[in-house]
């Protein structure tokens, strides 16, 4: 019986490939599962031209952030420090990334010794850098439509155009009935801070307790009402942490 070598060949060859993309599915059905309970998720990177890189992420909590900031910070001098948002950048990622796969190389690595970022290279680490940020962090239009809301709510109007998100009736609740105990402020994710940081600031200036609505009665003499709602309207669109460092020169009281 004669055999027909070149078909042969084309049979292996796709065997071979059949064997490779199911080493592939075998390889990302046995990675670690994730935990949603523990706020972890996946984040997925196409790089080059074949390789996809699964990068197994948490959300940080509050007082984990503020801890990366704080390692962040560097001095000049003995007067001046500035935010080194390169290291800040850094000591989150080094604590958020729980491990990596990339394929078709079926490469693994974990970060239980947290040190991984010293096994990548600066433009994977960017890469992850910015997909993460937009999972935790508000930007400035979520930050506005919630604050808007928050100052709609706490002034008694209707909500028109949306339902009142259910965080600001948490967060009058817990200022209703009682506050958290250590243990419990402890496990409240970075979002959730800033969300709740965003929905007290509305509820100050909704009911008239905000240093910017103060300062306006003390300074009344000094602005335009025109003015006014110029500010006010650019103050809306700021997200929490630019409206604080913002505020209190648009309404004309940081030269007093």
Known sequence: MEINDEFYEEEIDLFAEESEESSEEDFLKNLPPLRKK????????????????????????????????????????????????????????????????????CEFMSNEDGQILTKLNFDVVEAIWSEYQTYVFLGATEAAALYNSAVKYYNGDSQTNSPVPPMILEVDIMLKFGGMSRKELRKITATEMEKMQTIFMARSEALGLGTRRQTQFLNYDRRSAEEEEIDQSVLDTLPPSAKEMTGQYLSGFGDR
């Not at 390692?71 to 935010?83: D, G």
């Open 38 to 105: 523990k706020n972890e998720f996946l984040i997925k990177i196409d790089w080059e031209e074949e390789d996809k890189i699964y990068i197994a992420v948490r959300e940080l909590f509050w007082h984990e952030m503020l801890d990366a900031e704080t390692q962040a910070f560097r001095m000049r001098s003995e007067e001046e420090m500035y935010l080194s948002g390169e290291h800040e950048r850094r000591e989150i990622l080094k604590k958020a990334i729980l491990w990596i796969a990339v394929i078709p190389s």
